[in-house]
């Protein structure tokens, strides 16, 4: 037992340190970078910031990912990152995708809120996505005859997000780390989760 929690804590030590040399490392790469940075150091920063959850210095390498996937036809959230000695750096993986509007995870509901959605059918009801606090039912009367219908309280609108992705840099080594799932409406600049500016 004690051999799994030293090797627990050694792990976790490891994914702590992993995480200080990736923020250490994104910084000095924001601090170095020249203020007329290149388009392939706009690409580094890109993979560093995405990495990194979006500092407070990540809103120009947001905006550029931004502008490139929102292009006709879009590109990818970002280019070639040219190291020093003139390599590409390619210890990475991406996984993005964009999300269409009949995807449950294309709306995102404030915290306490729960996610409906009512199909359109042929009776003229149309489609609706809706935030709701709680639910309850309420009787009616029709016909001369009792029904129960169900009833959605505190609705909202749900914030709609259309691409997400999700970045390992370093995959298959003891430094690896992966950034959470970033859900982004391409149109507003919404994501979530929020990033640091």
């Not at 995405?50 to 879009?74: H, K, Q, V």
Request: aromatic content about 14%; some cysteine; hydrophobic content about 35%.
């Amino acid at each position: 037992m004690d051999v799994l929690i030293a090797e627990r804590r050694a792990g976790y030590r490891a994914r702590v340190a992993s995480r200080k040399a990736l923020k250490a490392l994104a910084l000095w790469s924001f601090a170095s970078l020249p203020t007329n940075a290149s388009a392939y150091d706009m690409d580094c920063k890109v993979i560093l910031c995405l990495a990194g959850g979006f500092p407070a210095a990540c809103s120009d390498a947001y905006a550029y990912m931004i502008s490139r996937l929102t292009r006709t036809p879009p590109l990818p959230p970002f280019g070639y990152c040219e190291m020093s000695s003139g390599g590409v750096y390619t210890a990475f993986d991406v996984s993005a995708r964009f999300i269409g509007s009949h995807e449950s995870s294309g709306y995102i509901c404030p915290e306490g809120s729960n996610l409906e959605h009512i199909p359109a059918d042929e009776d003229g009801t149309q489609e609706e996505w809706f935030c709701y606090t709680h639910v309850g039912t309420e009787r009616y009367r029709e016909d001369g005859d009792w029904y129960e219908k169900t009833v959605y309280y505190g609705k909202t609108t749900p914030n709609r997000v259309n691409y997400q992705i999700r970045i390992t840099v370093e995959p298959g080594t003891a430094q690896a780390y992966s950034s959470p799932t970033y859900r982004i409406n391409l149109g507003t600049g919404f994501v979530d989760p929020p990033t640091g500016w």
